[in-house]
C-alpha cells in the first residue's frame, strides 16, 4: 500500500505544475476555438489549423505525462516545445484576426476571440519553458 502512494505523486508531476495547467488550458481553449469555427462552418483552413495545433499541443501533454521526453534524452524536448509555442502563437494569432474581420458571423468572431485568449496561453507556455531552460539548463 505504501508503495502505491510513493508511486502516484512521481507519475504525475506535470499534471500538477504550473506548466501542466497552462499547457491543458491552451489545449482546451484551442479545441473550444476549432469547435466554435466547426459549428459556425467557417473558411477550412481556420479548422486545419486549430485542430492541427490541438493535435500537437494533445501530444506534448501525453509525452510530458508519460515522461517520455526524459526516456529519449536524444532530442531536445524544451526546445521544441518553444518552437511549438512560438509558431502556434504566429498561427493563431493571424486565424484569430482573420476571423475577427468585418463580415463574418458571431461564432466565427467568438472563435476568433478564444484563439486569441489561446494565442496568449501559447505565449505564456513559451515563457514559462523559456524560464525553466534559464534558471535550469541541464534538464529537469
Not at 499541443?57 to 531536445?76: E, H, P, S
Not at 468585418?102 to 478564444?114: F, K, Y
Request: hydrophobic share 55%; net charge neutral; aromatic share 12%.
Amino acid at each position: 500500500m505504501e508503495t502505491q502512494s510513493q508511486l502516484k505523486p512521481s507519475l504525475w508531476p506535470f499534471c500538477f505544475s504550473v506548466k501542466g495547467h497552462v499547457k491543458m488550458l491552451r489545449l482546451v481553449l484551442t479545441v473550444t476555438s476549432m469547435i466554435l469555427f466547426i459549428i459556425a462552418q467557417a473558411p477550412e483552413p481556420y479548422i486545419v489549423i486549430t485542430g492541427f495545433e490541438a493535435t500537437v499541443i494533445f501530444f506534448f501533454i501525453i509525452l510530458y505525462i508519460l515522461r517520455l521526453d526524459q526516456m529519449m534524452k536524444w532530442l531536445f524536448w524544451p526546445l521544441l516545445d518553444i518552437i511549438n509555442s512560438v509558431v502556434t502563437t504566429l498561427f493563431m494569432i493571424i486565424i484569430s484576426v482573420l476571423a475577427l474581420m468585418p463580415e463574418t458571423t458571431t461564432l466565427i468572431i467568438l472563435g476568433g476571440v478564444v484563439g486569441l485568449v489561446a494565442a496568449l496561453c501559447c505565449i505564456a507556455d513559451g515563457v514559462l519553458i523559456y524560464r525553466k531552460l534559464l534558471f535550469n539548463p541541464s534538464g529537469p
